[in-house]
């Protein structure tokens, strides 16, 4: 059964290319997996120990990962959590969580370029 999407999605190859921070609380953010993205929501993989409130407004920040290692902020939006599912990631337990951001973004170029994801 094929999804109808209403935007391009674009499935990150190299999940430790870009990284996504969520602040779960204010001044405490965590790091997670982006497991892919479009202009109006993303998949994020983060460890089960954190707790994300459905329909709670959520700051994220996607940062890509540099040529020198460094970690480089290329987006920030707001979002929700529309749904989650409890599946391994990496021989762990993990959460993928759908998040539907409060506006659309412009995704940056190294995205959209296709270079690190398939569509």
Same mark, same amino acid.
């Given at each position: 059964?094929? #999804? ?9 190859? *190299?999940?430790?290319?870009? @990284? &996504? =921070? %969520? +602040?779960?609380?204010? /001044? =405490? ?6 497991? *892919? &993205? ?6 994020? %993989? @983060? *460890?089960?120990?954190?707790?994300? #409130? ?11 990962? =540099? /040529?020198? /290692? ?14 989650? @599912?409890?599946? +391994?990631?990496?021989? +762990? *337990? ?12 412009? @995704?940056?170029?190294? %995205?959209?370029?296709?270079? +690190?994801?398939?569509?």
């Amino acid at each position: 059964m094929s #999804q109808i999407r209403k935007n391009k999605r674009f499935y990150i190859n *190299d999940k430790d290319h870009f @990284l &996504i =921070k %969520i +602040e779960t609380n204010p /001044g =405490k953010s965590v790091d997670c997996f982006l497991n *892919d &993205i479009s202009v109006s929501g993303a998949c994020i %993989i @983060l *460890d089960r120990q954190v707790f994300v #409130q459905r329909d709670k407004q959520y700051p994220f920040v996607i940062l890509e990962q =540099k /040529g020198n /290692g460094e970690y480089e902020k290329v987006a920030s939006t707001t979002g929700k959590m529309a749904w989650y @599912l409890s599946k +391994e990631f990496r021989n +762990e *337990d993990m959460l993928y969580l759908g998040i539907e951001f409060q506006k659309e973004i412009a @995704l940056p170029k190294s %995205i959209t370029d296709e270079a +690190e994801v398939s569509v």
